[in-house]
Every structure is written in C-alpha cells, then in structure tokens.
C-alpha cells in the first residue's frame, strides 16, 4: 500500500475564477490547503479553504477535471452545491454575503502516460495567490514530479520521502508518480566517520562518538563495533534502532546495533560510553570505539576536561593535530545538541582506526600571591587593626582560604564581595596566632579582596604591643603596606 500527502496552496486564473464585479471579485479564496492520498492505481484528496462573498448567491467553483466529490464537512449548513456537467465542475454558494470555511473531500482519476509507468493526476482548484505543493511518501523509492513547478527540493523526514515545490499562478495543478527501479541486493560497500568528544573529570572518562555512515552500495542493516573492555556503553542514539547488544571477546568486546529498516545512503548513529579513572595522579590511554566492515573509517577527535586537572599528552599516533577552529561541530539532531570541553583541549583528526592517545593526568595545584594593606589605629581604650588582602589566584579555583592573625586579636568582621562565611579554627592555633579559614560562594579563579577588622579589646597604653604579621597560608609571595596612626593625644 502507497501513500502521499500532498500539501499545496494554488492560485488560479482562467474558468474557475468566480462571478466578479466591475471593481473587485464577488468572491475571494484564501488559505488554501490540499492534501491528498494515493493507494495504488487511485488518489484522493481533501480540500480546505476560506471564501469571502461581498455578494448573495456567488457561485464557488470548487474544482474542474476529472473528479468526484465525495463529501462536504463544512459549512455543516447554509450552501447550495451545483454541478456543471458540461463544463465538470463544482459549485457552493450561500445565500448571504459573508466569509466561509469550507472543507470536501474529492477523488480524482489518474492517467498512465503513454508509453510510460507514469501515473498523473490533474484538475483545476479555485483562484487563490501562493501555489506551494508538498508531497510526503510512506515509502522512499517513489518518484514524484510536479509539472511546470519551480524551486523542487526532495529530502527524508523520519524516513519518508518529502518533495517540495511551488507552481506558477498560470500553472494547473499536476502531479505524477512512479516507482523508482528497485534496487538490486548487492554487496554492501560502506565508508564511515567519526566525531568523537571525550571531556575528562574527576573519577571518569566521558567519551561521546557521533558516527556518520556513507552508504555506496547495498542495504545497511546492522551495525558493529569494536569495543575496548574499560569502556561502558551508557546509550545509543539514532532512528530506526530496534536493538542493541554487546559480546565479550578474547581482545574487547564487540557492540552490535540492529535496525528495524535497511538504510541504503546515508545513516547517523550517536554511542555515548564512559570509562572510570583511578585516584590522579595517573597515566592513560584513550580507549577508541572502532567501526567493523567498512573501507574507511576516519574522523575527528577533541579530547580535554572542564575541570582543575592537568593533561599532559605523553604519545599520539596515527593522529594530526589540528587548530579548534578546524574540528568539525556536528550533531545527530536539534534535541541532542554536543558541546565541546571548556578547559584545556586538544583537537586531532585520523584517517583511520585504531588510532593511539596516551595521556597524563594530574591535579592541578592553585597558586595565589596576596597583597596587604594593614591600618592601625590607637587609641586610648582600645587597638584595631584593618586589613585589605588583594588574593590573585591562578591555575585553578578554591573554596576556602586559610589566614593566620595575631591571636591576641578578636576578629570583629570579615568582609568580601566572595566571602560567605569563615571560622576560627583554634585547634590549628600556632605561636599564639589564630588561624581563620574564610569560606567562598562559589569557587574563586582570579583576584578577590578580603577584608579584616580586628580589636585588641582593652586599652593599649603603657604596654609594650607586639604585633604578629598576618599571614595568607599558601600563597607563594606576600608583600603589603602599613600605616599606624594614634588618636590626639597619644
């Protein structure tokens, strides 16, 4: 069984144009929309519009040609059909002047041409301006043609074929169709390529392979894979999977994908897989996912991590490095969009698999410098001590911050556009200081300023004061001003 729909909006001139006045037209069509169905040696349509009358009783011509109608839907009511046997055409029209949706559906009676296994249908549809024709086949090895149209274009939908065009306002509305030659069952002879991005974490290997199969003979039915055993296929994406299994092998494991229609040009699968990472540091290589059977098999790699780990690439073969603006974005849909890694990347195209990687990973250690700027203030009852530290933090983020003060010091505030919270942790109290670990948003990669007041709590005078340097524990060098000032008087 064959079916099409055939979607169109026509504009027409000639017989079927309605009864006019001397100004404009007694009746105007508007939104036309055509859709048809073909099985076997027949086809039938269904026909919506809406018609304007600025008159009583305007005659509608519905259609002209070789055709039945077969059923009024709408208007439920209110109209008055009549059929020109002479001239075969259709006629609505209501008694009162008013705007009309209208839907029929007709069947019309397709011709072979001569000498040819074309079939067609043709017949004339009332005046309206776009002409767009679409036809969608249940089955790809139909040819359609619409004859006298423009700007043909024909693609696959889920499957289906989909024809496109637009015909000319002076243009009747055609179509023909036929069967394509059925295709031989023939060896099968498939290239394929591969978009593989693998993003790096703490613990796992992530690895997203999208895999584009270039089909030049044959029927593509099944799918396999050679698999390294590390690797856990997590999910496969693509149209038309009826199922998919793996099978332990002596030197990996192979992953087979069946699909539930043979596929004969061109075919898009999506293996998403994941592979766990010991403690770091570690050495590793990259586990590769290698299609079977086919002539070629290149593509495309980008590798790198989204968070504070150092990758260090120790050998590459069989690969070529490229530029980030040379690798290939592409994607199996507009539902699965793929992302690259925002970290440090490397980007490499192959020519052929396997291909080896070998990488290094480690953590990677923040380093910050810190900048003070101490202000004392004396005064008779009481000794404060405001600190600004200017933290530049480099190579990676950090969560908290640990500063050591003079621990005969009260801390009265801590403040920061970053600062969340802090505690004093008197247990790591060393040489009388005071250790405070100060606590962040959200993790800090670059320059923050943290700021300190602290209160001595009584009165300073007549006691020698000694006053420890407050220090940023880790930070690789710390240099700052101080400025002491003492009220009048003192």
Not at 433 to 457: H, Y
Request: aromatic fraction near 6%; include cysteine.
């Amino acid at each position: 069984m064959l079916r099409i729909i055939v979607v169109c909006t026509v504009a027409m001139v000639g017989l079927l144009n309605a009864v006019t006045m001397a100004d404009e037209p007694a009746a105007k069509i508007t939104d036309m929309v055509v859709r048809g169905q073909i099985e076997g040696k027949y086809i039938t349509f269904s026909m919506n519009f809406t018609a304007k009358t600025t008159q009583r009783d305007v005659e509608v011509p519905l259609f002209n040609g070789d055709v039945v109608l077969e059923r009024v839907m709408q208007p439920v009511s209110g109209y008055r059909l009549r059929y020109d046997a002479k001239q075969r055409i259709y006629y609505m029209s209501w008694p009162k002047a008013g705007t009309y949706s209208v839907a029929v559906t007709f069947a019309a009676r397709p011709t072979v041409l001569k000498k040819t296994d074309w079939r067609q249908a043709r017949f004339d549809l009332p005046a309206s301006r776009v002409r767009k024709l679409e036809v969608v086949c249940d089955r790809s090895d139909l040819e359609v043609q619409f004859p006298g149209a423009m700007n043909l274009e024909r693609e696959i939908r889920d499957g289906r074929l989909v024809i496109t065009a637009i015909l000319g306002p002076d243009q009747p509305f055609a179509v023909r169709w036929k069967p394509q030659v059925q295709q031989l069952d023939a060896k099968l002879v498939v290239s394929s390529e591969a978009n593989t991005l693998a993003r790096i974490s703490a613990g796992a290997m992530n690895i997203d392979s999208l895999f584009v199969f270039d089909i030049s003979q044959g029927k593509l039915r099944d799918l396999s894979f050679r698999v390294p055993k590390s690797l856990s296929i997590t999910q496969i994406r693509g149209q038309h999977i009826r199922d998919w299994s793996t099978t332990d092998q002596a030197d990996g494991r192979i992953l087979t994908v069946t699909l539930n229609r043979a596929q004969t040009s061109r075919y898009a699968l999506q293996v998403m897989s994941e592979m766990m990472l010991p403690t770091l540091p570690v050495t590793v290589d990259v586990p590769v996912i290698e299609p079977t059977g086919g002539l070629r098999s290149g593509g495309s790699l980008a590798i790198g991590t989204d968070s504070a780990i150092q990758l260090l690439i120790e050998k590459a073969a069989g690969l070529a490095q490229i530029d980030a603006v040379g690798f290939p974005r592409m994607s199996l849909d507009r539902k699965h969009p793929r992302h690259l890694p925002r970290g440090k990347s490397f980007f490499y195209t192959f020519a052929a698999t396997p291909y080896q990687l070998r990488l290094k990973l480690a953590d990677i250690v923040p380093s910050y410098d810190a900048s003070q700027r101490l202000l004392i203030n004396l005064e008779e009852d009481d000794l404060t001590l405001d600190a600004d530290l200017d933290v530049d933090i480099r190579d990676a983020p950090i969560r908290t911050l640990t500063i050591s003060v003079p621990g005969q010091f009260v801390v009265a505030n801590i403040t920061g556009s970053a600062v969340a919270d802090y505690r004093i942790n008197s247990a790591q109290s060393i040489n009388g200081n005071k250790r405070i670990e100060v606590q962040f948003k959200k993790p800090v990669l670059g320059r923050t300023v943290i700021k300190l007041t602290l209160e001595l709590g009584r009165g300073p005078l007549n006691v020698k004061q000694m006053l420890h340097p407050i220090k940023v524990i880790g930070a690789k060098s710390q240099r700052g001003y101080i400025l002491v000032a003492a009220e009048s008087g003192l």
